[in-house]
T-cell receptor, first 110, second 115 residues
Framework: DAKTTQPTSMDCAEGRAANLPCNHS???????VYWYRQIHSQGPQYIIH???NNETNEMASLIITEDRKSSTLILPHATLRDTAVYYC???????????FGKGTSLLVTP | DAMVIQNPRYQVTQFGKPVTLSCSQT?????MYWYQQKSSQAPKLLFH???????NEADTPDNFQSRRPNTSFCFLDIRSPGLGDAAMYLC??????????????FGPGTRLTVT
């Protein structure tokens, strides 16, 4: 699986959009970009994934650049409950392990 | 509407005393996983079941075993826990079709303390 690079930490004011970047410059054509998050002392939670088109669901939007070397997870109106570690993971549908990496610790402040 | 359930949430065991952690799911997913997450680290896959087929990660110690009696349940057995096995143990499930596996859904985890 391709390696990802994320900022160690980010802050966001409650109610504002949180934009979490991820670089995956070595991504291959059949690898998807997945985002998970882990709230303190809970299990990871699947957020969204995509191949090359932008994706949106009830939790977030995923913007993937045209060259697919980077992506941004957008939480449109961050709440205090969105404080968590966010993991960007690149993987094919084949294979089993999620290589979580270090992730970005997002702190949403009042 | 809990989907992946882990019991107990907290488990204390003594050094060397066998312990079993359990996981059940209501998603009817055919793939189940066990991850270990030590303090301040990312989760690390120990093994998974694809249907009834057990698949061990290469670096998972022999001390860790697993059982899957049916689609809904999976157990993690630690035969002789050491202090270094203290961690959060996470169960996850996903749909699998042929060689493809899809997004994984995690339980809340069991925090294991070894005294």
């Amino acid at each position: 699986d391709a390696k990802t690079t994320q900022p160690t930490s980010m802050d966001c004011a409650e109610g504002r959009a949180a934009n979490l970047p991820c670089n995956h410059s070595t991504i291959s054509g059949n690898e998807y970009v997945y985002w998970y998050r882990q709230i303190h002392s809970q299990g990871p939670q699947y957020i969204i994934h995509g191949l090359k088109n932008n994706e949106t669901n009830e939790m977030a939007s995923l913007i993937i650049t045209e060259d697919r070397k980077s992506s941004t997870l957008i939480l449109p109106h961050a709440t205090l409950r969105d404080t968590a570690v966010y993991y960007c993971i690149v993987r094919e549908y084949s294979g089993y392990a999620l290589n979580f990496g270090k992730g970005t610790s997002l702190l949403v402040t009042p | 509407d809990a989907m992946v359930i882990q019991n107990p949430r907290y488990q204390v065991t003594q050094f060397g005393k066998p312990v079993t952690l359990s996981c059940s799911q209501t998603l009817n997913h055919n793939v189940m996983y066990w991850y270990q997450q030590k303090s301040s680290q990312a989760p690390k896959l120990l093994f998974h079941y694809y249907d009834k087929d057990f698949n061990n990660e290469a670096d998972t110690p022999d001390n860790f075993q697993s059982r899957r009696p049916n689609t809904s349940f999976c157990f993690l057995d630690i035969r002789s826990p050491g202090l270094g096995d203290a961690a959060m143990y996470l169960c996850a499930t996903s749909r699998g079709e042929g060689t493809a596996t899809y997004e994984q859904y995690f339980g809340p985890g069991t925090r294991l303390t070894v005294t």
